[in-house]
C-alpha cells in the first residue's frame, strides 16, 4: 500500500515569535531573531548572543484546551511546553482534533536531542547541595526527551504510533519522515510531527563552546552568517515546530486547507565522525537524491533547498559538497538558504521549525534570504540568495538535517497536484 500524505496543519514557537504568523512574519521581512544573553554571566564561555525564545508567557496557556495548567506546568519542563504550544496552534490550524477517526489510526512522532538538560543541572546541583531526599520525584518524567511525545498524546487523545526520534540536529526531519512512513504505508491516517528543544543554561553553553562549536562573535545580526567565509560557529537556540501530516484522501474529503505534499524522504548515515560530516559529502547527498527519487522528482525539478547551513567551518562546505552530487549540474541553478541566519540551531527543533518555512514558502511562492551572509566561502559557491529575499513560483523543495553522529535526513515538499 503506497497513499499521498499531506500537510494540513503548522506550529511553532520560536526566537522569531510564537506561532506560526509572527514567525513566518519575521522570516518575510528577513529579521533577525537572535539576542544577546542576559540569563548568565557569559565571562566563563566568552558566548554572548543566542536564539532564545522572549514572548512565550506560560500563563497565557493555562487552562487552553490541549496545553497545560498552572499546576501541570510545575511538572512539565519547556521543551515540553513549546511542543504542546505549537501542537495546539496546528490542530488549530488543520480545523479538526480529529476525534472522528479511530484514535490508533492516530499517531505522534515528535522528538528532542536532549530533553531536560538544563533540568538536569538543576536536580543535580540541588543534590549535591541538599541531598537525595531532596531531588524532585518528577524529575525523571520530566527530564526524558520522550515526554513531549507521551503528553501530546495524553491531551489529544491520539494512540498510534508515538515515540520520540532523537538524531541530534536530524531530529525533527526524521521526525517528520518517519510520520510520512507511517501514513504512506499504510499504519497511521493523521501524525502530529516534528521536534522540541530548550536547553538555556550557561553548563550547556559550555558544553557547546567547549567543542568549539559556538560563534564568539557579540553582534546578532552577523552572530550566524552560514556560507560566509567569516563564520564562526553557531548560535545555540530552542523553540518546537509542529505539522500535521494526514492521508491525502481524508484530508480533500474534509475539505481540509492543504499547504503541501511530502513527497519523499531520504535517511542516511555517514558512518565517520561525531561531530563532523563526511567531507566528500556522499552520505548527505545520498539522502537528498532519495528523497527527490521517491517524490518522482528530477533535480533539475527542485526550486529551492532549505540547508542545515548552521555557519560552521565544516558543515557549510561539506554540504555545498553534497549537494553538487545530489544536483549534479542543476547544483548552480537551485536556491538555497539557511534560517538558521536568523534564528540560530534549534538542535532537535532545527528541521521541523525549517519543514514549517518550506511549507509556507510552496504555499506563499517565496524564499527568503540567508541573512547576513555577505561574502560566501570560497568552497561555498552555490546560490545562497545572499542578495536578498526572491517572489517566485516554488513547485519542489527540500529541506536538509545533519546530525552529530552522521545522522542525515532530508524531506522533500511539493505542490499538490490532483
Known amino acids: 500500500m503506497s497513499r499521498r ?133 518528577f524529575y525523571v518524567p520530566m527530564m526524558i526527551s520522550n515526554m513531549a511525545a507521551g503528553t501530546i498524546s495524553m491531551k489529544t487523545g491520539f494512540r498510534g504510533a508515538n515515540f520520540d526520534i532523537t538524531t541530534a540536529c536530524a531530529t525533527g526531519t526524521h521526525s517528520i519522515g518517519e510520520a510520512f512512513r507511517k501514513i504512506k504505508d499504510g499504519y497511521l491516517d493523521v501524525c502530529i510531527a516534528g521536534g522540541t528543544e530548550s536547553a538555556r543554561s550557561e553548563f550547556t553553553y559550555a558544553a557547546f563552546s567547549n567543542m568549539k562549536a559556538l560563534t564568539k562573535c557579540d553582534d546578532v545580526n552577523k552572530a550566524s552568517v552560514p556560507f560566509d567565509k567569516d563564520r564562526s560557529g553557531f548560535v545555540l537556540g530552542e523553540g518546537s515546530g509542529i505539522l500535521i501530516l494526514e492521508e491525502y484522501e481524508h484530508a480533500k474529503s474534509r475539505g481540509a486547507k492543504i499547504y503541501a505534499e511530502v513527497g519523499g524522504y531520504g535517511a542516511t548515515c ?19 537524491s532519495l528523497a527527490i527519487k521517491e517524490a518522482g522528482l528530477e533535480p533539475s525539478q527542485v526550486d529551492y533547498i532549505n540547508a542545515h547551513g548552521t555557519s560552521t567551518g565544516l558543515n557549510d562546505k561539506y554540504e555545498t559538497a553534497a549537494i553538487k552530487l545530489a544536483f549534479g549540474d542543476a547544483a548552480k541553478k537551485v536556491k538555497i538558504n539557511s534560517t538558521k541566519s536568523m534564528i540560530g540551531h534549534l538542535l532537535g ?70
Open 349 to 418: 527543533a532545527a528541521g521541523a521549525v525549517e519543514a514549517v518555512v518550506l511549507a509556507k514558502s510552496i504555499e506563499e511562492g517565496f524564499i527568503h534570504a540567508t541573512v547576513g551572509t555577505t561574502t560566501p566561502d570560497e568552497e561555498c559557491d552555490l546560490d545562497y540568495c545572499i542578495n536578498g529575499s526572491i517572489e517566485q513560483e516554488v513547485n519542489a523543495a527540500i529541506s536538509n538535517s545533519l546530525g552529530f553522529g552522521g545522522h542525515n535526513a532530508t524531506v522533500c515538499f511539493k505542490k499538490v497536484r490532483d
Open 5 to 137: 500524505v499531506v500537510i494540513t496543519g503548522l506550529g511553532a514557537v520560536t526566537p522569531l515569535g510564537t506561532g506560526v504568523g509572527k514567525f513566518w512574519e519575521g522570516i518575510r521581512q528577513g529579521k533577525v531573531g537572535i539576542s544577546l544573553i542576559d540569563t548568565f554571566d557569559t565571562a566563563n564561555t566568552g558566548v554572548k548572543v543566542c536564539g532564545f525564545v522572549r514572548d512565550f508567557n506560560e500563563e497565557d496557556y493555562f487552562d487552553v484546551k490541549g496545553c497545560f495548567d498552572k499546576k501541570e506546568s510545575k511538572r512539565m519542563d519547556r521543551f515540553t511546553k513549546y511542543a504542546l504550544v505549537a501542537t495546539h496552534e496546528a490542530l488549530m490550524d488543520a480545523g479538526t482534533d480529529f476525534s472522528d477517526i479511530d484514535p490508533y489510526r492516530a499517531g505522534v512522532l515528535v522528538g528532542s536531542g536532549i530533553g531536560g538538560i538544563d533540568l538536569t543541572l538543576t536536580e543535580y546541583t540541588k543534590f549535591l547541595e541538599k541531598g537525595a531526599g531532596r531531588v524532585s520525584p
Open 270 to 288: 555517514d558512518g565517520y565522525h561525531m561531530t563532523s560530516p563526511m567531507p566528500s559529502g556522499e552520505a548527505a547527498g545520498m539522502g537528498m
